[in-house]
């Protein structure tokens, strides 16, 4: 009589994106964005606002996202920029770079590209040229 419908996420959700709907353009949001569609395009949450990105198993976005917190338990082809922390649940299949600060990763989860972190990146992008050449220890 009743349909088992998958249980959204802990915390408030703002705006849901069913599953039967598509968006092609970039998108710009705040607060929790759920998302069991389908989205062609960049997903940005708006600096200085508290964020939540929650990519369902069905969902799937093809473009780069950026937020705050974002989790991942669809398809995302593109690369991801989490301020504060990225969970990549047990059906997340994400292609590109995942750029985060805290990482989670349950098993299942598959990723194709690279984990950087925020401050190590940030520590690379400090770094002097040549500065392997300065320590004779490295030859």
């Known amino acids: 009589m009743f349909?088992?419908?998958?249980?959204?996420?802990?915390?408030?959700?703002?705006?849901?994106?069913?599953?039967?709907?598509?968006?092609?353009?970039?998108?710009?949001?705040?607060?929790?964005?759920?998302?069991?569609?389908?989205?062609?395009?960049?997903?940005?949450?708006?600096?200085g606002q508290r964020a939540t990105l929650t990519l369902a198993e069905n969902g799937s976005i093809e473009g780069e996202v950026r937020a705050p917190v974002v989790v991942i338990n669809g398809r995302l082809d593109g690369d991801v920029y989490a301020a504060e922390r990225v969970e990549l649940a047990a059906k997340a299949r994400v292609q590109g770079n995942v750029h985060y600060k805290v990482v989670?990763?349950?098993?299942?989860?598959?990723?194709?590209?690279?984990?950087?972190?925020?401050?190590?990146?940030?520590?690379?992008?400090?770094?002097?040229?040549g500065w392997m050449d300065a320590d004779p220890a490295l030859g």
């Open 104 to 129: 989670e990763m349950l098993a299942g989860a598959v990723l194709t590209g690279r984990l950087i972190h925020a401050e190590a990146a940030g520590a690379e992008a400090r770094a002097p040229e």
């Open 3 to 47: 349909k088992n419908k998958p249980a959204l996420p802990e915390g408030q959700v703002d705006t849901l994106i069913g599953p039967q709907v598509t968006i092609r353009g970039d998108l710009q949001f705040s607060g929790g964005l759920y998302i069991e569609g389908r989205i062609v395009g960049k997903v940005v949450a708006e600096d």
